[in-house]
């Protein structure tokens, strides 16, 4: 059974920094895609930045472009989203999410992602 176990959130000023960490497990292929996605209050769940595991290749929305670095530990079977220069726009609940290789090529439709994490609130203030 394919478990996403999220890490604790976070309230931080803007400008500040927060890292997320996706815990993965039950998952036995060695390629596969992960990404994060948010939802903010009263709008759509949005692709924030995706990786390909197995390559490496990494994704990014333009909004956090430069500053969110989606990264993943292979021993540790976690993937981290580690962010910085917060803006209060980036205020959200946060979900990992994985599904099959091929789904990269549109990373941030959140319709080709298999399992999801409980999500984890991310707050900034101005």
């Known amino acids: 059974q394919v478990q996403l176990v999220e890490s604790v959130g976070g309230s931080v000023q803007a400008g500040g920094s927060l890292r997320l960490s996706c815990a993965a497990s039950?998952?036995?292929?060695?390629?596969?895609?992960m990404g994060w996605f948010r939802q903010a209050p009263g709008k759509e769940r949005e692709g924030v930045a995706a990786?390909?595991?197995?390559?490496?290749?990494?994704y990014y929305a333009d909004s956090v472009k430069g500053r969110f670095t989606i990264a993943q530990d292979n021993a540790k079977n976690t993937l981290y989203l580690q962010m910085n220069s917060l803006k209060p726009e980036d205020t959200a609940m946060y979900y990992c999410?994985?599904?099959?290789?091929?789904?990269?090529?549109?990373?941030?439709?959140?319709?080709?992602?298999?399992?999801w994490g409980q999500g984890t609130q991310v707050t900034v203030s101005s």
């Open positions: 999410a994985l599904g099959p290789p091929h789904i990269i090529w549109a990373w941030a439709s959140q319709s080709g992602y298999n399992y």
């Open positions: 039950g998952y036995t292929y060695s390629s596969y895609c």
């Open positions: 990786i390909y595991i197995g390559g490496g290749n990494t």
